[in-house]
């Protein structure tokens, strides 16, 4: 299963790209930086990330060139005020030729190819084995030079269709003046079939037609499953494009609807998305109640109910009833475009792990050429000019001499560990992230938004009078406010009071009207009419009255996550030193860190001084994931060892964060380090396995112990066996498990809430 570096022959895809059409392709980072994605297919392995990097990284102007080698992306960043750099002419001289990224491309050719060859490999093959087996029977010198010419004359364009999968990969590779494992695995194929050659013209016992084709046929099974569980292990980033909706039903100025394509969609555009239609950009709901399929974003199996004003993401499923709805982003901005973007990082990071490895692959060409050198010097030697058998020794030293498992061991586990957190609503941005989270002694947690959701629920709900209770639930179904939200869902299901009038009035709170009574549920200071007043230092609050006259304040306090206490107490198990700081009261963080069991916390700090306390304790020797949401929480995000935000954080601090969790559960944090560790594992088990490989495999071919064939498959078991040992990761069993769990009372508020009464 060795790897290859493409042809580049005639004009290429690249070639075509001028700067002007890459200054429009690119996109502004924000940060005065220019990006450009472009597919080359040709990327397979780590002589081909060095080759690229290296040669774009000394353009002038790039500051920045990552190769992402499953998802055969190539990442460039220069200066917005700079002149693009030579990209695509500096590719093509590499020998590599280049397109535009596009999300949307599932054909995959390569594999189309690879399983093209591989059959008419085995088809020769074993069409040569059966007239080898009259040979073997011992059929007479005439007869067995007849079966020899016959076993070349299907060898021969064999070798020529199916090799030229290993033939192109070299030749493009010694033409640009490099080196790839390529080279070795097609002299090795050469040489084999030359030797056959040779001893068919001098009338020899002996060819070997049947074991180089047979050589070229399990080489193409090493390929063709390599690529198989690549494209396996990227199976969830390669479904997001199943998601991606091709279009939309745009309402223009006048009134008239027309159909654009998604990625001519706007912020600002009206959109139509009729029941059975994905969304197609990051939107918020103008008109209509419906039901959305968000278990792309949330991992949630039941449906989620939408009203207007609600906020709807890219690639969710629209599934009960149309909807008017207004774009907040541009399809490359939206939500689909920016979960694929992290799972493509997640494999492009260079981790430490993943560093070694590379350099390991980079050495190969070099030591195994030298090796297999020596191994026909020494045989050469041994046996006194018996070039033959020196020859068939170094053959087989070329082939079993591969790093693929060792380059290998790294990405493929890093890609299976980044499918396994996004499969539980984790998006990770960088490899090297799971190296640093195993390594934490200490986490710390923002507020509001981060082990709260942000939502206030009602305090002592149970005391409040029957009477208050049902008037204000009622009252509050009418409004979209956060503390109404709260009281709405403890609407009775008992028969609704008839209001004859009821509205709401922007910053006050909602006016009904039944009979003579006029009823008034908001700001205290409108609602009874009183001078204005500060909230009460508990918390949030809102009040009731019934003709200006104050009846009741309902006080309200934010709702921890779903499962805050057991993500906590998960933590601590691990022996990791738990803290909280927030903007907020220094009381209402207190009675919050006491009520999940953490004992230092500290309130009423501003962002600057979050990032100076991260400061302070790496300087301390900690090592601390920081865990938060806001705006004001990014410098700390930025000078944590290692940090993690929801997705509902502002863009800045998802942006900063290594980790994001879509859903509201707590449980992500530990799920993350849970996986995180036993990738970890995998990746140390696989350079076990890859350097055992080559510890024992090259000496047996070296002292002629094993032949090309049989060199073939060890290559290709070496390669699977890592590849499998990765697919082994899973997801911690208690953490999955709380993270699987619905957040049913929220949605049931939801529910509640949006539908609004019945009519």
Sequence with gaps: MSCCAPAVSGQTAGSIINPEELILSSKKLGDGLRQIDLSVPGIHCGLCISTIEKALQALPDVSYARVNMSSKRVTVRWPEDATPPPIIETLNKAGYEAHFFDMGEEKDEMLTRLIIALAVAGFASSNVMLLSVSVWSGAEAATRDMFHWLSALIALPTMIFSGRIFYQSAWSALRHRRMNMDVPISLAITLAFIMSIYETMHSGEHAYFDASVSLLFFLLIGRTLDHVMRQRARAAVRGLSQFAARGAVVIGEDGEHNYLPTSEIKPGMSIILAAGERVPVDAKVLDGRSELDTSIASGESLPLPVAPGSDIRAGTLNIAAPLTIQATATASDSFLAEMVKL????????????????????????????????????????????WYQSTYNAIATLIIT????????????????ARRLFENGIMIKDG???????????VVFDKTGTLTLGQPSLIDADKIPAEYLDIASEMSLYSRHPLSRSLAALASNKPMSGFEQIEEVAGAGIEAKLGQNIYRLGRREWAAQLSETTELADGPQTCLSINGELVYTFHFEDQPREDAAQAIANLKKQGLDLGIMSGDRTSTVKRLAESLGIAKYKGEVLPADKAQLMQKLS????????????LNDAPALVAAYVSMAPATAADIGRNEADFVFLRQSLSAVPLALSVSKEAGKLIKQNFIISIGYNILAVPLAVFGYVTPLVAALAMSISSIVVVSNAMRLKAGKAEAKALRKSD?????????ILHGPAE
């Design 343 to 386: 799972m493509d990082a997640a494999e492009g990071g260079r981790a430490r792990y993943r560093r070694l490895a590379d350099r390991a692959s980079q050495l190969y060409a070099p030591l195994v050429h030298s090796i297999a050198f020596l191994s026909f010097i020494g045989w050469m030697i041994y046996t006194g000019g018996d």
């Design 402 to 417: 591969c790093p693929c498992a060792l380059g290998l061991a790294v990405p493929i586990v890093q890609v299976i560990a």
């Design 432 to 442: 090297s992230a799971m190296e640093r989270i195993v390594e934490i002694d200490t």
């Design 619 to 630: 300087a301390e020797g900690h090592k601390a994931l920081m865990v938060g949401d806001g």
């Design 744 to 752: 049913e009372h929220q949605r049931q508020q939801n529910t509640l």
